[in-house]
């Protein structure tokens, strides 16, 4: 069973410039989460979808967003880049069956550097 | 708001030795859970080790154990036996359990070196 899936892994942006990472959950999944990882921040919760809609958001400016497809494949775009973006991020998928202790599975990540 | 604090940035244990890694949380909720995360270096987190806050007893998984301490809002992870690949960062996390969101809160981590 293929694991999350994140794309691209690397890149690199200039500030003012927007990017889109896409994270693809395991099959069956209906839930996914996103985070960013950065030395100084730590771990902090970006949002988090559950069948198309956003369940939760985490205390980011506007130019973070996201959305969720029908496949349940989730996108979080940035605009406007700052230097203050470059960061891991992650996304996390879980079953949701209602099981109040839900595992998430993590991918890899993006790394994004914003110069 | 809830809070997960790691004191420990860096902890060192010795092959085949016993580590403990230390995590205290803040929340006025009395429904959440607990969580053990380990992020090795090629970045994938994985759950290690997760503990209900309504069950008293600690939760094991094989050389993997935790001392949850609800009074005192602690919430260590005890490692035995440790293997050259227990080597990674590690993540003490929260989630409530009110409410359906599986939103966790981190620590800040603590990178722990076995020494073989």
């Known amino acids: 069973k293929a694991g999350v899936t994140q794309t691209p892994r690397y890149l690199i942006k200039t500030r003012g410039q927007q990017v889109t990472l896409s994270c693809s959950p395991i099959s069956g999944h209906r839930s996914v989460s996103w985070y960013q990882q950065t030395p100084g921040q730590g771990l902090q919760f970006l949002f988090e979808?559950?069948?198309?809609?956003?369940?939760n958001k985490g205390n980011f400016p506007g130019r973070f967003s996201g959305r969720q497809f029908s496949n349940s494949r989730s996108e979080m775009n940035v605009s406007t880049l700052e230097l203050g973006d470059s960061a891991l991020y992650l996304c996390a998928s879980s079953l949701r069956t209602g099981a109040r202790t839900g595992e998430l599975f993590f991918g890899e990540g993006s790394r994004l550097t914003v110069l | 708001a809830q809070t997960v604090t790691q004191s420990q940035p860096e902890m060192s244990v010795q092959e085949a030795e016993t580590v403990t890694l230390s995590c205290t949380y803040d929340t006025s909720e009395s429904d959440y859970y607990l969580f053990w995360y380990k992020q090795p270096p090629s970045r994938q987190m994985i759950l290690v080790i997760r503990q209900e806050a309504y069950k008293q007893q600690n939760a094991t998984e094989n050389r993997f154990s935790v001392n949850f301490q609800k009074a005192a809002k602690s919430f260590s992870l005890k490692i035995s036996d440790s293997q050259l690949g227990d080597a990674a960062m590690y993540f003490c996390a929260y989630r409530s359990g009110i409410g359906s969101s599986y939103k966790l809160i981190f620590g800040s981590g603590t990178r722990l070196l076995v020494r073989p």
């Open positions: 979808y559950f069948s198309e809609t956003q369940r």
